[in-house]
């Protein structure tokens, strides 16, 4: 069983930098790919950053692409989302999740294990 923990979450000013952890566990971890997504208030969950497990290749949202970067550590089964010139747009819980066929990256439901998520607010 595979368990995922964000960490990371709080208050943080607008044009600040946050990063978001994710800890995975579990027996032989390794899945195709790592994400990061969001859910705001009212709104549906939306794809921010993927990361392909193996290949490393990164993908990214057009509303956060050229502000935040996921990554990996590569010694754990821990990945980052480093967030800079955070907007009020960005305000939301963001989840990570895990992607264990080939099923497309983009959407919510291609991703097999999910984290609790963590609260990121953007104050003025």
């Known amino acids: 069983q595979v368990q995922l923990v964000e960490s990371g979450g709080g208050l943080v000013e607008a044009g600040g930098s946050l990063t978001l952890s994710c800890a995975a566990s579990?027996?032989?971890?390794?899945?195709?790919?790592m994400g990061w997504f969001r859910q705001a208030p009212g709104k549906e969950r939306e794809f921010v950053a993927h990361l392909g497990w193996r290949t490393g290749m990164t993908t990214y949202a057009e509303s956060v692409k050229g502000r935040f970067t996921i990554s990996r550590d590569g010694g754990k089964n821990t990945v980052f989302l480093q967030m800079n010139s955070v907007q009020h747009g960005d305000t939301a819980v963001y989840y990570c999740a895990a992607r264990t066929t080939g099923r497309t990256m983009w959407y919510a439901h291609s991703y097999d294990y999910w984290g609790r998520g963590t609260q990121v607010t953007v104050s003025s």
């Open positions: 579990g027996r032989s971890f390794s899945p195709t790919g």
